[in-house]
């Protein structure tokens, strides 16, 4: 993408044989936006980026992997102001202007010599691959993630290319893991956040993995107006409409990606609510399905255990009758009215849950209210994973 220069570099925050350090540098005037982590224990990257985003303007964006600098007083908050020290003067621009996050162990210092020496390295560094950049954000992930969307504004098609890591501590709340997209558009910074929110609340905020939410969850939408496209500030201009759809899609994809290489999982499982009183209500109730260990451990066993998620249903605290509740597996109806269907024949349904992909479904049946969410199985591979995590 034009203006986008992206660098990778070692740091080695963790013995590890691969690059760590992310450095993405942006033209002048690019504007920003972004959600975080909502955490009474954020990381300082979180907050210097939640303060810096007020000023709406990007230049640069360092990204450290393989420690979250959370939790870590005032060595934490010295290691970013130092990253922001050396990046902004490298640019020539001001603090206000670079963003950082970092990912990974909770509880270690970030080594400011180790992100001096990275950042240094990373400067000199040749440009990097999307997919470059990409794998070097990665912790647990298992592949690197990335999404592109496209739009038309003022008879010109405007790009957009996400990057994203995430694959366990998964949990929507306002948005989740790393992600980063980056638009030729030009957006006025409020609307880009306007976009950028409702995009997340139909994206990162409808996944789960775990149901934990990161001290460090950072996503963040930059717009560098390379396009020469008409700048957009409102929906009244020509083109918002689409480029929001894109948002909106790309947004989708990374988030997607990041339920599909959920740590351990094997499975891949959307659930669609409908018939609740509101659509909040619908999205609380997938959710508590979503979370559930019970249900993930069922359909990692391939059990069509449709009790499960009547269990899920009830304990949501939200609306609803149980002689009007409907489920099912795969498009197949096994419970209607708060009863098993008659003559209800369980192998369609055993076919589908052995396959990859998973539907479940469930009516609610007092209103109009709808949600989809998106989570994966739970496996033996989540306990390895993280039983082992920091070693």
């Known amino acids: ?194 976009m950028l929110s409702a995009a997340t609340e139909k994206s990162f905020n409808c996944i789960t993995v775990d149901s934990d939410t990161s001290t460090s969850d950072t996503v963040l939408a930059f717009a560098t107006g390379q396009n020469g496209a008409l700048a957009l500030s409102s929906f009244d201009d020509p083109g918002a409409d689409a480029f929001q759809a894109a948002l909106s899609d790309i947004c989708l994809q990374m988030a997607q990606l990041v339920v599909r290489d959920g740590e351990g999982a094997s499975k891949f499982i959307e659930i669609a609510v409908t018939g609740a009183e509101t659509d909040d209500s619908a999205k609380r109730i997938a959710l508590s399905i979503a979370n559930s260990p019970l249900v993930k451990t069922a359909i990692a066993g391939e059990d069509a255990n449709w009790g499960r998620i009547v269990m899920a249903v009830g304990k949501a605290g939200e609306p609803a009758d149980r002689d009007k509740l409907s489920i099912g597996f795969g498009g197949v109806t096994v419970a209607r009215d708060g009863l098993v269907v008659p003559d209800y024949d369980e192998a369609p349904v055993a076919a589908h849950l052995k396959g990859t992909e998973i539907d479940v479904s469930v009516d609610i049946g007092i209103g109009r209210g709808k949600a989809t969410v998106w989570t994966c199985d739970l496996t033996h591979g989540y306990i390895a994973i993280n039983a082992d995590y920091r070693s």
């Not at 740091?11 to 450095?23: E, I, S, V």
């Not at 210097?48 to 230049?59: P, S, V, Y």
């Not at 690197?144 to 003022?154: E, F, I």
């Open 1 to 194: 993408m034009s203006g986008v220069i992206c660098r990778v570099a070692r740091a080695q925050y963790k013995q590890w044989d691969r690059c760590d350090l992310t450095y993405i540098e942006l033209p002048k005037d690019s504007s920003v936006a972004g959600v975080l982590t909502k955490s009474k224990c954020p990381s300082p990257e979180v907050e210097w980026c939640r303060n810096a985003l007020t000023k709406g303007k990007a230049r640069g964006l360092v990204v450290n992997a393989g420690n979250a600098n959370a939790f870590t007083g005032d060595r934490g908050k010295e290691a970013v102001e130092l990253i922001l020290s050396l990046v902004s003067e490298h640019l020539n621009c001001t603090k206000e202007e670079i963003f950082v996050s970092s990912t990974g162990v909770i509880g270690e210092p970030l080594p400011k010599h180790k992100a001096e020496k990275g950042l240094n390295s990373a400067f000199s560094a040749e440009p990097c691959t999307w997919e470059q950049a990409a794998a070097t954000i990665m912790t647990t992930d298992t592949f690197p993630k990335m999404a592109t969307s496209s739009a038309v504004v003022d008879g010109k098609t405007v790009q957009l290319n996400g990057i994203v890591k995430g694959s366990g501590m998964i949990a929507p709340d306002m948005a989740t893991m790393l992600g980063y997209i980056f638009t030729d558009a030009a957006v006025d910074a409020g609307f880009l956040q306007e």
